[in-house]
Each structure stands twice: as structure tokens, then as C-alpha cells.
């Protein structure tokens, strides 16, 4: 099975091609350029790189979020656009999810830590957020301010995503030798992405893609006081 996968979650972005469950290349995509400006010419040539036709993928993937409005948009119509055009399924994966998949994958992840925060920027200082303990998620997606998520958490964990990147010294203030960090921090999403797609379509769903929805995610309500998850 050929899953052709697209992030644009970031402003860089990335595409992949994972193939039987294997990741085949990950592209990443040009920080200096636009989203739209990229595309389709980045997936192009992922596709010339590794000689493969788009009659020869069997499922696409998209990052449905969260992230920007309008990479959001850009990204999840150009994989509407080519799995209408070739009659394949399409896969929507939170942006969240996979960034949890490639800490729980990454080898220089510190070991006996189950427990994964995953932090995308937002706007005005704020991150969007999730917490992952052993591969499940702990509750809705969040976005807030990283002071905020830090005094809602417990225990050691480990910290991924450009958000995690750019607050690390808040990260350590807080949180000193119990906080732990993912290597690379902000990886590429797009293997990722690819990879559930496939093991979605190996279990056999078969998603429309008309069904794809961008992830919207709530901001928290510090008032609430949540106890700690």
C-alpha cells in the first residue's frame, strides 16, 4: 500500500510517501515561501524523486489541524482535490496525534516516560495543546497560554512540537528535571501523518474525502481550574 501524505499545520510544511507501512521520504517544504506557493509543485516532486505516478497511490493522508486557517485550507483542498481526482480515500490526522506518534517512535525519546505533551504554536504567545499516555490522548485538545497548560500537569513527561521549541526555558522554569524533550523537538509531521493514514486504510476504512474537516481546537478557561491530567 502507497499513502501519499501532506502537513501544513507549520509554515514550512512537509509531504511524505510511506509505503506498506514504511516510511519511504519525508520533504520537507521552504519556511521563506507561502503555503500555497508551494503547492502542488513540493508533492510533484516527492512524486519524481521516488518515480511513482499518482495512478500508483492507493490512500492519501492530510494534517487537518490545528494550525492556521489558511494552511489549513490550502493543504486539505489540494488532498481533496487529488483524492476526488483519483478516486482514493483520504485520511484526515490531527497535527496532535502525530507529533505524539513520532515521540512514542523517536529513539533519543528518554526512556520510562509513557506520558507526551505535544504543543503547537498559535497566535499571541498561546500553544495548542494535548497530553498522551501510552499512545491515548487525556482529554480534548486545548489552546492556551503555556504558563497556563504547565500548572494543569503532573509528573515527568516529554515535550514535542514547534511550540515545545520555542517555550523550552519556560518549560525548564517550571518544571526543571522532570520536564523532557523529543529529538528532533519540531520534526517534520508529514511520515506521521502518512503512517496512520495507512494503518486506517489497512483496517479497512475507507474515509470520503468530502468527509475532511479541519480540527478547531477551544481555548482553555483558566477560571475553570481543571484538577491536573
Same mark, same amino acid.
Given at each position: 500500500m502507497l499513502v501519499l @501524505? =501532506?502537513? #501544513? $499545520? @507549520?509554515? *514550512?510544511?512537509?509531504? *511524505? =510517501?510511506?509505503?506498506?507501512?514504511?516510511?519511504?521520504?519525508v520533504q520537507a517544504g521552504d519556511t521563506a515561501r507561502e503555503q500555497g506557493g508551494q503547492l502542488?509543485? #513540493? =508533492? *510533484?516532486t516527492l512524486l519524481d524523486r521516488e518515480s511513482v505516478t499518482l495512478g500508483e497511490i492507493d490512500g492519501y493522508g492530510v494534517a487537518i489541524g490545528p494550525g492556521s486557517f489558511t494552511g489549513l485550507r490550502v493543504g486539505i483542498a489540494t488532498m481533496q482535490g487529488l483524492a476526488m481526482a483519483t478516486g482514493k480515500p483520504l485520511v484526515g490526522v490531527s497535527a496532535l496525534a502525530a507529533l505524539a506518534v513520532l515521540a512514542g517512535a523517536g529513539r533519543e525519546t528518554p526512556a520510562g516516560h509513557a506520558r507526551v505533551v505535544t504543543w503547537i504554536e498559535a497566535w499571541r504567545g498561546d500553544v495548542f495543546s494535548a497530553v498522551y499516555d501510552g499512545g491515548r490522548a487525556l482529554g480534548e485538545p486545548i489552546v492556551a497560554h503555556p504558563n497556563d497548560l504547565l500548572h494543569r500537569l503532573e509528573g515527568a513527561a516529554v515535550f514535542i512540537g514547534d511550540g515545545a521549541a520555542r517555550h523550552m526555558d519556560v518549560i525548564r522554569a517550571a518544571w526543571g528535571n522532570k520536564a523532557h524533550f523529543a529529538a528532533p523537538i519540531a520534526p517534520a509531521l508529514a511520515g506521521a501523518v502518512a503512517t496512520v493514514a495507512s494503518e486506517v486504510l489497512r483496517s479497512g476504512e475507507q474515509p470520503s474525502p468530502h468527509a475532511i474537516r479541519p480540527l478547531y481546537v477551544r481555548r482553555f478557561? $483558566?477560571?475553570l481550574r481543571p484538577s491536573p491530567v
Amino acid at each position: 500500500m502507497l499513502v501519499l @501524505s =501532506l502537513d #501544513t $499545520t @507549520s509554515r *514550512a510544511g512537509s509531504c *511524505a =510517501l510511506v509505503r506498506d507501512g514504511r516510511v519511504v521520504r519525508v520533504q520537507a517544504g521552504d519556511t521563506a515561501r507561502e503555503q500555497g506557493g508551494q503547492l502542488p509543485g #513540493t =508533492l *510533484a516532486t516527492l512524486l519524481d524523486r521516488e518515480s511513482v505516478t499518482l495512478g500508483e497511490i492507493d490512500g492519501y493522508g492530510v494534517a487537518i489541524g490545528p494550525g492556521s486557517f489558511t494552511g489549513l485550507r490550502v493543504g486539505i483542498a489540494t488532498m481533496q482535490g487529488l483524492a476526488m481526482a483519483t478516486g482514493k480515500p483520504l485520511v484526515g490526522v490531527s497535527a496532535l496525534a502525530a507529533l505524539a506518534v513520532l515521540a512514542g517512535a523517536g529513539r533519543e525519546t528518554p526512556a520510562g516516560h509513557a506520558r507526551v505533551v505535544t504543543w503547537i504554536e498559535a497566535w499571541r504567545g498561546d500553544v495548542f495543546s494535548a497530553v498522551y499516555d501510552g499512545g491515548r490522548a487525556l482529554g480534548e485538545p486545548i489552546v492556551a497560554h503555556p504558563n497556563d497548560l504547565l500548572h494543569r500537569l503532573e509528573g515527568a513527561a516529554v515535550f514535542i512540537g514547534d511550540g515545545a521549541a520555542r517555550h523550552m526555558d519556560v518549560i525548564r522554569a517550571a518544571w526543571g528535571n522532570k520536564a523532557h524533550f523529543a529529538a528532533p523537538i519540531a520534526p517534520a509531521l508529514a511520515g506521521a501523518v502518512a503512517t496512520v493514514a495507512s494503518e486506517v486504510l489497512r483496517s479497512g476504512e475507507q474515509p470520503s474525502p468530502h468527509a475532511i474537516r479541519p480540527l478547531y481546537v477551544r481555548r482553555f478557561d $483558566t477560571g475553570l481550574r481543571p484538577s491536573p491530567v
